[in-house]
């Protein structure tokens, strides 16, 4: 079964307006992630008297890298701890581990469309999982666990 496309709804329950857009989002960011590792650095970022930042593709290609690389690392931390808890106690979660670990060879080799794509396989292959045994957790809850930890 190919699982390509993150606005495909599950057959259970329909997607809310907002997890919609999102979805939309995170398609419609892929040709930017692809367009932005076949582009070549430029000139540094140039600023502007008053502290006004000139637009430029160079500084924009690092900012949305960084970005992306961010994002990226977060849900495989995310992942990789909720699978690290979860998959000893639910079976089906096992089947996940090998496409984190190629995530995070991706996203090592800075293939950051590749890694997100996978990233995006192993949060829909946890809902799949999770549609047949309901009491296995989110990945957020495991997230927001460490955050709320974190912040106090």
């Known amino acids: 079964m190919s699982i390509s496309s993150p606005s ?3 057959a259970s329950q329909p997607l809310s ?3 919609q857009q999102l979805v939309g989002l995170l398609g ?7 367009r932005f590792q ?13 502290n006004f930042a000139i ?3 160079a500084f924009d290609r690092q900012a949305a890298e960084n970005l992306i690389g961010d994002m990226i690392a977060e849900s495989l ?3 990789a701890a909720y699978l690290e808890t979860n998959a000893g106690l639910h079976a089906g979660l096992q089947s996940c581990i ?18 997100f794509n996978l990233i995006w396989l192993v949060y829909r292959a946890i809902e799949t999982i999770r549609a047949a045994d309901p009491r296995i957790p989110p990945p957020r809850a495991a997230s927001s666990d460490q955050t709320s930890s974190s912040l106090h």
């Open 8 to 10: 495909t709804a599950t």
């Open 17 to 19: 307006p907002d997890i």
């Open 28 to 34: 419609s960011l892929m040709p930017l992630l692809l």
């Open 38 to 50: 076949s582009q070549t650095p430029e000139q540094p970022f140039q600023a502007a008297p008053g």
């Open 55 to 57: 637009p430029n593709p």
């Open 77 to 79: 931390r995310t992942l």
């Open 98 to 115: 090998p496409i984190v670990t190629q995530a995070a060879q991706r996203f090592a080799a800075r293939d950051y469309a590749e890694a």
